[in-house]
């Protein structure tokens, strides 16, 4: 699976973003999708997760009513929807996919197979 995240920019807090992460060589529907952030300085951290297509979803305390992740099957695509940005936000975030993880293993990013690019978002205050 490769995959290829887009969508970073530059936005002021309290604003909102969109990420894209398209995804090729396999259909994605029955893969646990994520995507992780990296800011200056920390070591990358879980944000949210997509267990499969039509399954739930989970998300990072940090995150939890402010983002949103969702997949689009037709594009083979997920989404992660950024409203209500902070400071803190600002990051590299990445997408990343493994076939279907069982809850407990969402967050290590050991558990994942494959992995985007990166594509940097920055929160000014």
């Known amino acids: 699976v490769q995959l290829q995240a887009s969508g970073g920019g530059l936005v002021q807090a309290g604003g909102s973003l969109g990420l894209s992460c398209a995804a090729s060589?396999?259909?994605?529907?029955?893969?646990?999708m994520a995507w992780f952030r990296q800011a200056p300085g920390k070591e990358r951290e879980f944000v949210a997760a997509?267990?499969?297509?039509?399954?739930?979803?989970h998300y990072a305390e940090s995150v939890k009513g402010r983002y949103t992740i969702s997949r689009d099957n037709a594009k083979n695509t997920v989404y992660l929807q950024m409203n209500s940005l902070k400071p803190e936000d600002t990051a590299v975030y990445y997408c990343?996919?493994?076939?279907?993880?069982?809850?407990?293993?969402?967050?290590?990013?050991?558990?994942?197979?494959?992995w985007g690019q990166g594509t940097q978002v920055t929160v000014s205050s």
């Open positions: 990343a996919a493994a076939p279907y993880l069982i809850l407990s293993r969402l967050a290590g990013e050991e558990n994942y197979d494959y």
């Open positions: 060589g396999r259909t994605i529907s029955t893969y646990t």
């Open positions: 997509s267990r499969r297509s039509g399954g739930t979803t």
